[in-house]
């Protein structure tokens, strides 16, 4: 079983930066995809970034390429997004995720292929 709890979302201005961490309750093994998730109101839950879990190959999804980061600590217990140039469309409640990866190079972005989440968190970004 593993626990993810985010942290560092808060309120800011568009144009500004927040980055992300989201800190395992034990080292997640070379096996295992993380991801980030996002969900604003009214919407569904999306993937913005996935890392695989021995290639280190990122994912980003179209609207946050570019301004978005997603990193792995080497010890393997800290997921961290890094994102930059906000806009009011960055509003959501952020999630990380992470499940066990068997074969293959590319990590899902189906949130129902993910096995474990973190409760969330805010980030808002006004104009």
């Known amino acids: 079983q593993v626990q993810l709890v985010e942290s560092g979302g808060g309120s800011v201005q568009a144009g500004g930066s927040l980055r992300l961490s989201c800190a395992a309750s034990?080292?997640?093994?070379?096996?295992?995809?993380m991801g980030w998730f996002r969900q604003a109101p009214g919407n569904e839950r999306e993937a913005v970034a996935t890392?695989?879990?021995?290639?280190?190959?990122?994912y980003y999804s179209d609207s946050v390429k570019g301004r978005f980061t997603i990193s792995q600590d080497n010890d393997k217990l800290t997921l961290n997004l890094q994102i930059n140039s906000m806009t009011p469309e960055d509003t959501a409640v952020y999630y990380c995720a992470a499940y066990r990866k068997v074969s293959g190079s590319v990590c899902s972005t189906r949130s129902g292929h993910y096995e474990y989440w973190g409760q969330g968190t805010q980030v808002t970004v006004s104009s």
């Open positions: 890392i695989h879990p021995w290639s280190g190959e990122t």
């Open positions: 034990r080292s997640i093994s070379s096996t295992y995809c």
